[in-house]
Nanobody, 117 residues
């Protein structure tokens, strides 16, 4: 089993930046990819970016030019640097990890990001 805890969300003004963290515990050696998603009220959950166990990154078009995903050397924490935030970026941001055997997905509880002046 893997547990994920996100942090770093909060209230930020338009144009501001935030760095989100997702820390894994438990069977961290079983983790393959780690992804960041977001879910705004009344909208579907959407994938933003991911990073493989080997460090390869992938981004969707949603925030592609304004975010950077990274993973620490111990591979237990993944970060999402978000820049030039806009009010429409307001959402709960969630971390997902999938297992190397492809059998399991694990989700964190999410961290709220609110972009408002």
């Amino acid at each position: 089993q893997v547990q994920l805890v996100e942090s770093g969300g909060g209230l930020v003004q338009p144009g501001g930046s935030l760095r989100l963290s997702c820390t894994a515990s438990g069977s961290i050696d079983s983790i393959n990819n780690m992804d960041w998603y977001r879910q705004a009220p009344g909208k579907e959950r959407e994938l933003l970016a991911g990073i493989s166990r080997g460090g390869s990154t992938y981004y969707t078009m949603s925030m592609k030019d304004r975010i950077t995903i990274s993973r620490d050397n111990a591979q237990s924490t993944v970060y999402l640097q978000m820049n030039n935030l806009k009010p429409e970026d307001t959402a709960v941001y969630l971390c997902k990890a999938d297992s190397r055997d492809g059998h399991d997905d694990y989700w964190g509880q999410g961290t709220q990001v609110t972009v408002s002046s």
